[in-house]
């Protein structure tokens, strides 16, 4: 067993669709930490990040489709396209885009009343956290690249424990819809 780290969103998942948040609202929930033996833990950083990364193509660089698709989506200026290279290729396609930190709360002894820095072996201890979401940018899943929200939790012991958990951003007023990839139907949340 090794030292346990989780997060919980205050929003269910619903068959395997993340929880949905609007613009505005409070984004709520819990991380817990259960160590594996007595430990010391300066701190646990919760963070809010949204990302950009481009869609999953297919595996062979040479592809003429994806060099497309790439070449129209990225690289174009105006109506003429500029070839990339293979190494613009491939840092494109791996090192991602973009990853922006929104907000972060580091529960430590200074910032939560009453926090142990010594905690026994199979402790269970968690900690509420609360974030504003921004107006934007909201959630998105395109042909060309998407914007994921979500929760990242790090306990500050050397190599510790790290969880992500995703979440949808949406609009703060959006009507009804079915997902085209499951029978969940998401509601308007100002109701």
Known sequence: MAHQLSIRLDADTYKGVPPSYASGNLLRGEVRFVPETDIYLNSITVTLVWSVRPQAMSTSVGDEHELDLVTRGVFGLGDEFAKPSQKDLLEFRFDGWDREVVDQRKISRESVPGFANVLAA????????????????????????????????KADIGRGPARIIPFRHLPETFTEFTLASTDVVVRNLTE
């Open 122 to 153: 199979g402790s269970d201890n968690s900690w509420r956290f609360t974030f504003p979401l921004p107006n934007e940018p909201w959630s998105y899943m395109g042909r060309l690249f998407r914007i994921r929200w979500y929760v990242e939790g």
